[in-house]
């Protein structure tokens, strides 16, 4: 069975960093790229970025919101994936899933974690 | 980037109507389109994709079409329990983009 445990959410800082990870189980983690997409409280869905699998040498891409802020990481020895935060905004502020794409590049998502939340307030 | 517009951003129906929510991108996605279901409080799920491909274990009265850039999802028999907000995502080119939603209520 297919499982994603996200941690690190919490409150913070205008301005801080916070790095959240992601647990994965159940599948072959390093042949499927992995998402991070995010929802503030009572709005719709925002991709945030992926990382794709070693099939596609595990490159990046993000969205114009966080890009240059955000950065997505993996280690496929240990089933685990990032995201690293930095120069948080308010507007950051939101439920962060971790998901799983179908297949080894930017896909659409077959599974999600449970969601993590981030709150960034003074 | 690909813009994803999902209009009207609600509807109500009665239960048993057909329910048809579209959604268009800005450029043409090929078949490259997937549908989520996200209701109450809870996790969104993978409902269709490649615009018509029903998801494994999702009722047959859900099925998608289109190609390019306009795309529906029909629900044929509105049932209580598929009372959410569902969402079309783009994955032709990265990076991926989501539509605004569309809630659906019963009437």
């Known amino acids: 069975e297919v499982q994603l445990v996200e941690s690190g959410g919490g409150l913070v800082q205008p301005g801080r960093s916070l790095r959240l990870s992601c647990r994965a189980s159940g599948f072959a983690f390093g042949d499927y790229a992995m998402s991070w997409v995010r929802q503030a409280p009572g709005k719709g869905l925002e991709w945030v970025g992926c990382?794709?699998?070693?099939?596609?040498?595990?490159?990046?891409d993000y969205a114009a919101s966080v890009k240059g802020r955000f950065s997505i990481s993996r280690d496929d020895s240990n089933n685990f994936a990032y995201l690293q935060m930095n120069s948080l905004k308010t507007e950051d502020t939101a439920i962060y899933y971790c998901?799983?794409?179908?297949?080894?590049?930017?896909?659409?998502?077959?599974?999600w974690g449970q969601g993590t939340l981030v709150s960034v307030s003074s | 980037d690909i813009q994803m517009t999902q209009s009207p951003s609600s509807l109500s129906a009665s239960v048993g109507d057909r329910v048809i929510i579209p959604c268009r991108a800005s450029?043409?996605?090929?078949?490259?389109l997937a549908w989520y279901q996200q209701k109450p409080g809870k996790v969104p799920k993978l409902v269709i994709y490649a615009a018509s491909t029903l998801q494994s274990g999702v009722p047959p009265r859900f099925s998608g079409s289109g190609s390019g850039t306009d795309f529906t999802l029909t629900i044929s028999s509105l049932q209580p329990e598929d009372v959410a907000t569902y969402y079309c995502q783009q994955y032709n080119s990265a990076p991926l983009t989501f539509g605004g939603g569309t809630r659906v209520e019963i009437k």
């Open positions: 990382i794709r699998g070693k099939l596609y040498g595990g490159t990046t």
């Open positions: 450029q043409g996605i090929n078949k490259y």
């Open positions: 998901t799983r794409d179908e297949g080894a590049t930017a896909w659409f998502v077959d599974h």
